[in-house]
């Protein structure tokens, strides 16, 4: 009897302490927070057991430049934002993440030694309980390889692929409207507007009648 009290005792308290360590306010809560105990082995536990068991792959080599070329465009509209550019300051977002997005053109950061099928399988499913989407739903099959390659192949781009990674002009600053697409209509219908002279020999209104 006493051992079952024991025993009840024992399996309440630990979700009574935890309960109390989440209500107290001291239990991480911001991105910027130190980590909670334990919380890295949950969240990565079985991340590379998952990956390693379910990662395709390709060689590397096999990718052409138009291929990389491709994933540098697919980069710069949906990675550079978290994961930066070559030879440019970190972005102020990834900064301010946590866990912080790996600088994937910087020493530190980089993928080159990763098998590309892994990145592949980042890319499509995401890292669960970080910043990293997934993009599966989002782009095709290529556009991940691609992007994949560019990504794993950092290290050793042609120069026609890394002008592709210019950062793009800055939005925030005051700039020209951008150009319309053919399919837009403008703003202002020429036809309508004011200023075009009436062509000549047409009515003209009647000079003001002296008195
Ligand atoms: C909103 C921010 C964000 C975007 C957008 C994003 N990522 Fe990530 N990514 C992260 C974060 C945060 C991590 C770190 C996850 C971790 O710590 O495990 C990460 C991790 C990764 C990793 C693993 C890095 C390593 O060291 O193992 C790869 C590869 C990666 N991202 C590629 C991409 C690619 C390619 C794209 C675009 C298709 C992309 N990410 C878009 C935030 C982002």
């Known amino acids: 009897m006493k051992f079952l009290l024991g025993l009840l005792v024992g399996i309440l308290i630990v979700p009574a302490v935890l309960y109390v360590y989440l209500q107290s306010g001291s239990a991480p809560a911001a991105a910027t927070d ?34 990389l070329i491709e994933g540098a465009d697919v980069y710069q509209k ?19 993440m946590y866990p912080s997005a790996p600088q994937l053109f910087t020493q530190d950061g980089t993928v080159t030694d990763d098998p590309v099928g892994e990145t592949y399988w980042k890319v ?8 990293m ?11 991940m390889w691609n992007v994949s390659a ?9 120069p026609e692929v890394l ?23 403008p703003a202002v ?7 075009v002279p009436a062509p000549s020999g047409a009515a003209q209104p009647a000079p003001p009648t002296p008195r």
């Not at 600053?173 to 319309?180: H, T, Y």
């Open 34 to 67: 130190a980590p909670m105990p334990f919380e890295k082995i949950l969240a990565r536990g079985s991340l590379h057991a998952r990956i390693e068991r379910e990662h395709p792959n390709k060689d590397v080599a096999q990718f052409t430049n138009p291929q």
């Open 78 to 96: 949906n990675c550079a934002f978290c994961h930066g550019l070559p030879q440019q300051p970190q972005s102020a977002a990834s900064k301010g």
């Open 124 to 131: 499509k499913n995401g890292i669960r309980l970080t910043g």
């Open 133 to 143: 989407p997934s993009f599966g739903a989002a782009l095709s099959e290529d556009q």
């Open 150 to 158: 560019l990504v794993a192949r950092a290290d050793k781009l042609a």
């Open 163 to 185: 002008t592709e990674l210019k950062p793009l002009p800055d939005l925030s600053s005051p700039v020209p409207a951008m150009p319309l697409g053919p399919n837009v209509p």
């Open 189 to 195: 219908a020429p036809a309508q507007h004011p200023v």
